[in-house]
């Protein structure tokens, strides 16, 4: 019985061992092809995309991979519009801890020195959650009111044009799909769109501009922040703000009509949708990016009015800069 006993778990183990041998094949055959098929589809990805029959269509379609980046970068420049916010400035300093007492003062770490950070009370960082703006560093005026609506318009561009970038470089691989092997569109889209000489576009938000009022108590134990994005709602948001003390102020009550997503598309409607200097039109070209000009720039005195603004297409918005065209 005793040794009965002691073979049944020997008689378990056994079985065990034995199934796991069974399975260990497979597994191994499986891991073995999967190996075999990467390395020989490395392979063939390789010859495919060095081969004269790829290049061949690569350059069929040239003509339209220039014409998708040159977008693209038109793109990050409107992202890159400046915005000139800062909190208020109170110098520069060297700080040293001298105490005997070896404290921590962990939070301490999180004293952050930039343009975009300000660091203020308890009191104001609460305060500022509650009313952001109130906050910024910022002339109430006209001059200040515009270069926020520029940048707002930049920014609403941007984002549209990324959306039509998407889809005209679809349109585009769509069309030459055929000539793609299957294989090809369904595992290496990526480096496929890498290799027809796409560049990459950034859907990121990174541009948008982060603010932070932080407060970060005397013995560094204990600290918290308010951050505030400017994004496409809180801008809007900011540039009404700025024009209800603009207009308190009563410089330009009532004169101007603010840029808003609302009325960028009220100016697209009204000019249907075509490009006021070359003619072109979503109808013709239905991923052509559309932009709302100030007939008269804002640089040169013109203001945000429906009769001031007009549809152009970003390329005749870009070739324009600050020159008066009707």
Request: glycine residues 4%.
């Amino acid at each position: 019985m005793k040794a009965m006993a002691l073979s049944i778990p020997l008689i378990i183990i056994i079985l065990i061992m034995r199934a796991i041998s069974v399975l260990i094949v497979p597994i191994g055959v499986v891991l073995l092809l999967v190996g075999a098929f990467y390395l020989i589809y490395q392979v063939y990805s390789f010859i495919y995309f060095n081969s004269q029959k790829f290049k061949k269509l690569k350059n069929s379609i040239q003509e339209y991979t220039d014409k998708c980046n040159e977008l693209n970068r038109h793109i990050e420049e409107l992202k890159c519009s400046y915005l000139d916010v800062k909190s208020y400035d109170y110098g520069e300093s060297n700080f040293k801890d001298n105490s005997n007492y070896n404290f921590k003062r962990k939070e301490w770490d999180k004293n952050k020195k930039s343009q975009e950070i300000h660091n203020c009370s308890a009191s104001v960082c609460k305060n500022a959650s509650n009313q952001p703006f109130k906050y910024f560093n910022i002339k109430s005026n006209e001059e200040s009111l515009e270069r926020f609506e520029s940048v707002l318009n930049n920014f609403l561009a941007a984002e549209q044009g990324k959306i039509l970038l998407m889809a005209e470089r679809d349109m585009v691989i769509d069309n030459i799909s055929f000539s793609i092997p299957m294989i090809i569109m369904g595992f290496s889209k990526k480096k496929l769109i890498e290799n027809l000489g796409f560049e990459t576009i950034d859907f990121s938000n990174f541009h948008y501009p982060v603010y932070t009022f932080q407060y970060i108590s005397p013995g560094g134990n204990s600290s918290n922040k308010c951050e505030i994005t400017l994004e496409l709602d809180n801008l809007e948001k900011f540039i009404n703000y700025l024009s209800e003390l603009v207009k308190f102020r009563g410089t330009i009550a009532g004169q101007r009509a603010l840029m808003t997503s609302k009325l960028r598309e009220k100016i697209k409607l009204r000019d249907s949708h075509m490009c006021k200097n070359c003619g072109l039109s979503t109808e013709k070209e239905p991923n052509l990016l559309l932009e709302i000009d100030h007939i008269i720039p804002l640089s040169k005195g013109g203001i945000t009015s429906e009769d001031n603004l007009q549809t152009l297409c970003w390329k005749c918005n870009r070739s324009k800069g600050s020159k008066i065209m009707i």
